[in-house]
């Protein structure tokens, strides 16, 4: 389970997150939408400590981190807990698909090289990429290097997975499977927590959706309920605007 307490951030004099509290059980997809500036990346990023919360706490599994006084063992071993699939793929240039997907294993959680090896080529061959081992990044179109991301982020065997809009730096035509490897290491049941702004996909998948506006929580709900009959007048806007043919029931 992932919980999130009174999550504050502020950059300067602004405030992005303004008391998130969010609760994600084992096994879940929470698909987190809103618009440009809504705080959905930087509540992202507070979950392992990449932009350092301000105020509240952060629980993952029996462990919780007070936010205003970490340590940084306590980070540590929160970061150890996750894995992160970024928008921009942020693989070595210089390494193999392999050696990507190896290193964080070997480097972070001092697996041995054989058994890095081993755990590597299982999720390399789970993400459809068991033929491009031996190749680097810049071999690779859009949507091969994001699931190279994915793989890298599954090897880690991470309480929970987070997603950075992991189609938005993508070609149309790559989005598609990037989406199917996303969908189905949901049917795996890994728990994960995804920034996206694709609602198609967002309504198949997710089991829980969350809608954030202006650093805050608007509303949140099952996929079919949030969709279809949101009770606020924001989310009715923001649906209506990102989807034309949209409408609710009632």
Not at 16 to 38: C, F, M, Q, Y
Not at 39 to 54: A, H, Q, Y
Not at 111 to 135: C, Q, T
Not at 225 to 245: A, G, N, S, Y
Request: with cysteine.
């Amino acid at each position: 389970m992932i919980k999130l307490t009174n999550i504050r951030k502020s950059f300067g004099k602004q405030e992005v997150l303004r008391g998130i509290n969010l609760t994600v059980d084992k096994g879940d997809v929470v698909a987190i939408l809103g618009p440009s500036g809504s705080g959905k990346t930087t509540l992202l990023r507070c979950v392992n400590f990449l932009e350092k919360p301000g105020e509240g706490q952060v629980t993952i599994g029996d462990f919780a981190v007070d936010c205003k006084h970490p340590g940084k063992r306590d980070i540590l071993k929160l970061r150890r807990k996750t894995a992160m699939v970024f928008q921009h793929y942020n693989l070595f240039r210089h390494k193999t698909v392999l050696e990507n997907v190896m290193e964080g294993l070997i480097i972070a959680q001092k697996v041995p090289k054989d058994e890095a090896r081993a755990r590597s080529l299982a999720v390399l061959d789970k993400v459809g990429l068991s033929e491009k081992i031996d190749a680097y990044p810049s071999q690779l179109s859009g949507g091969q290097q994001q699931r190279v991301g994915i793989a890298r982020a599954l090897a880690l065997n991470p309480e929970v997975i987070l997603f950075d809009e992991p189609t938005s730096a993508l070609d149309p035509e790559l989005v598609g499977e990037v989406l199917a490897v996303i969908r189905s290491i949901a049917r795996e049941g890994v728990t994960m927590i995804i920034v996206t702004h694709e609602m198609t996909f967002a309504r198949e998948v997710a089991s829980q959706v969350v809608f954030m506006d202006g650093g805050v929580i608007v509303e949140q709900g099952e996929p079919e309920e949030l969709f279809t009959r949101p009770k606020e007048e924001r989310t009715r806007q923001f649906l209506k605007r990102i989807t034309p043919d949209w409408s609710y029931v009632i």
